[in-house]
């Protein structure tokens, strides 16, 4: 059984979540744990704690969520930003987060994923990779939240990620994050037919069947979005019932 | 008292974590002593089986393991489960605990180039023989898997299985009765996992 999984993608600054989550009533829509718990309760199959914090002391309160985090939690979550050397992912790790992705500090340094692999395990190691489409066709990796061009071709990249040790490729369409018009169904396919480890997709998540086509003409092995959750436009267990009946099979 | 080893190996938080919410006494060590007066132990890991084993060689435990596998009720953890196997094959080939028949190879030789390793995420466990470790479970609930290798060539000790273009070996236990081994992990497999985990406790 192929079981693809439903990911919420919390957004974290300065220990607080960016925006809160409206789809059941908290006593505080911005406290991470809070808000973790609702989604696994929702069931929720992973969660993904993406830190935006722009300063050092904003992401230091991370390592120190995280364990409130997992203290709480009994899926699996990964945690993501800002995590820059073996020291950082062993910050995090070592607080109780199951897996950490990488981003612009793998493509800077490549190495950073096979040191990470190796200290830890290539399961824990998520390489998060931002792509946009190129006029003259493929998909360029951009970083530092989607500003670098860096020059490197997306497909590529997750084949160099996976060669050193990456367990998981967090692929996110920047053409269509936050458009609500689809996952990009051809971005998510080249790369998924040409790694073997499970690709997540991410960016342009609108409709139940937008998450359908991702996990069949995509060849996605996990969806994951953020706003279309939090804000209840779609719920997760309709979202599971939906993708159930379609013949996709979803945990619980 | 459950004595978790601490053998440099993996995520040792959540799997506490959830003792502790089981309100199961429960300690961190890597103490000969410390194993030899506990009621139970849990054998954790994740990472590469030739480096695991040498860790827990390196702990000078592995023999203490060994010794009181038999005595008293003992849980390996994904890769601490294959580990209580003879032999493993990834990249190349290292000797286990021996605790239960049967070797460990790689999942993409068997599965078919269709599905993506590693096998991660969750699967419904088919209880194959029921056991005492059942006790809360009900057969076909889901569990949390992580994993590229999986351990075989031990049909006669395996308890539950969850299908992944193979059949996985997703519980076992020795003949004695004392050694489990679980290949998912109960810590994240939501209140099942915790069930499992309370069953462990009472056996």
Redesign the interface.
């Known amino acids: 059984?192929?079981?693809?999984?439903i990911i919420p993608c919390l957004d974290i600054k300065d220990g607080r979540v960016v925006k809160g989550v409206n789809f059941v009533d908290f006593r505080d829509a911005g406290d991470p744990v809070e808000c973790a718990k609702a989604y696994?309760d929702a069931g929720a199959?992973?969660i993904v704690f993406l830190d935006i914090s722009a300063t050092s002391e904003g992401r230091d309160t991370v390592a120190c969520l995280v364990?409130k985090v997992?203290?709480q939690l009994?899926?699996?979550f990964s945690v993501g930003g800002g995590i820059r050397t073996v020291n950082d992912m062993s910050a995090i790790?070592?607080?109780?987060a199951?897996k950490v992705s990488l981003n612009s500090a793998a493509v800077k340094n490549p190495s950073l994923i096979s040191e990470g692999a190796e200290a830890?395990?290539?399961?824990?190691i998520i390489v998060a990779i931002d792509a946009k489409q190129k006029a003259e066709g493929g998909w360029e990796v951009y970083t530092a939240g989607g500003n670098n061009a860096t020059g490197l071709d997306a497909v590529e990249w997750a084949m160099k990620a996976e060669r050193l040790g990456a367990?998981?490729i967090l692929l996110t369409s920047m053409d269509k994050d936050g458009t609500k018009s689809g996952y990009d169904l051809e971005l998510t396919a080249e790369i998924s037919s040409k790694v073997?480890?499970?690709v997540i997709a991410s960016g342009g998540a609108g409709t139940y069947e937008h998450f359908y086509d991702v996990l069949t003409k995509g060849k996605a092995?996990?969806v994951l979005a953020a706003s279309l959750f939090h804000f209840n436009e779609i719920s997760i267990p309709k979202l599971k019932e939906y993708l159930q009946k379609r013949g996709i099979l979803v945990?619980? | 008292m459950i004595a978790v080893i601490d053998y440099g190996v993996g995520?040792l938080?959540?799997l506490v974590?959830?003792l502790r919410?089981l309100e199961l006494d429960c300690i961190v060590t890597n103490k000969k002593e410390d194993l030899l007066r506990a009621e139970r132990i849990i054998l954790p890991g994740?990472?590469?089986f030739g480096d695991a084993m040498a860790k827990l060689r390196e702990s000078g435990l592995e023999d203490t393991v060994k010794e009181l596998a038999g005595a008293k009720p003992l849980l390996g953890i994904c890769l601490g489960m294959q580990i209580l196997f003879d032999k493993s094959y990834e990249h190349g080939e290292h000797k286990g605990l021996g605790l239960i028949p049967g070797t460990v190879a790689p999942l993409?030789a068997d599965i078919g180039p269709?599905?993506?390793?590693?096998h991660?995420?969750?699967?419904?466990l088919e209880i194959v023989r029921d056991d005492q470790i059942f006790k809360y479970f009900t057969n076909g609930e889901?569990v949390?898997y992580?994993?590229?290798f999986y351990a075989k060539n031990c049909t006669e000790n395996i308890l539950g299985v969850?299908?992944?273009g193979v059949m996985v070996t997703g519980l076992v236990c020795s003949g004695s009765g004392k050694v489990y081994g679980m290949q998912f992990?109960p810590?994240?497999?939501?209140?099942a996992?915790?069930r499992l985990l309370r069953a462990f406790a009472e056996i």
């Open positions: 059984m192929h079981v693809r999984r696994q199959d992973e364990s997992a203290e009994s899926v699996p790790l070592d607080a109780g199951d830890f395990g290539s399961q824990r367990g998981e073997k480890i499970p092995s996990a945990s619980k | 995520n938080f959540s974590s959830s919410f994740v990472g590469a993409a269709a599905l993506k390793v590693p991660m995420g969750w699967n419904r889901w949390y992580v994993h590229s969850s299908e992944y992990h810590e994240k497999s939501g209140n996992g915790l």
